[in-house]
C-alpha cells in the first residue's frame, strides 16, 4: 500500500463516554506513554457519530471515537509512515497497543475491546483509490497480517462503504482470541 494516510479502528465491546479519555489521553502525553511525539488533546463530542475526542500527534492521533455509531478506539496515521511493506502491520500494531493500553488504564478496568473485527480507512484518494484493483491489492497484502492475528481460517475482508467513499475494509474473524493483548502480542 503506498498511501501513508491509514486508519484502524478497534471497536469497544460496550459504548463509553469520550469525555472519560481527556484526562487519560493527558495522561499518554505527560508521561510519554508512546513512542512518537504527541502533542494536544481535543474534545470533539458536540460533533454527532464524530471523532469523540482526539490525542493528537506528530505523526498520528488516536481517538475515542463514535464514528458510525459504534464507539472505538480509532487509530490515524498522518505522516512519517514507515516503509510501505511494513505500513498496515505498523498501524494495526500502534491501534492495538492503544486499545491494550487504555484496557490497562486505572478507572478503566470495565473497558474491553473486541477482537473479532478491525475497521480500516484509507483516507487518501491519489494513493488509495476506491476501486476493484486497489481492493485486490489490500486484500494481498492483508493475508499474512490476518494469518498471524487470526491463524488461516474464518477471517473475511470486505469492502465497506460506497463507491464515492474513501477506500474502507473491515476485517472480521470468527475465531478471535479472547483479548487485545493476545492480538496484539500475535501481530509482533
Known sequence: MESQRIQVKVYATESQDPERFIPVFH?????RVFDEL???VADYGHVKDG?????????SDYFADTSEGRFGLL???????PPPAERLAD???????????IEKEPGFEGVRFTTNEIWLRFPD??????DAATFSALEAE?????????????????????PRDVLSARIQAAN??????ELFTRLG
Do not use: C, Q
Not at 91 to 101: D, E, I, K, P, S
Not at 147 to 157: E, F, M, N, P
Open 27 to 31: 495522561r499518554f502525553i505527560r508521561d
Open 38 to 40: 504527541m502533542i494536544d
Open 51 to 59: 471523532p469523540g475526542v482526539a490525542l493528537i500527534g506528530h505523526a
Open 75 to 81: 487509530y490515524t496515521r498522518k505522516r512519517d509512515a
Open 91 to 101: 498501524a494495526l500494531r500502534r491501534a492495538l497497543n492503544g486499545a491494550r493500553l
Open 125 to 130: 484518494r491519489l494513493r488509495a483509490p476506491n
Open 142 to 162: 492483508l493475508a499474512p497480517l490476518t494469518a498471524k492475528l487470526y491463524g488461516d481460517s474464518g477471517v473475511t475482508i470486505s469492502k465497506v462503504g460506497e
Open 176 to 181: 478471535a482470541p479472547a483479548s487485545v493483548a
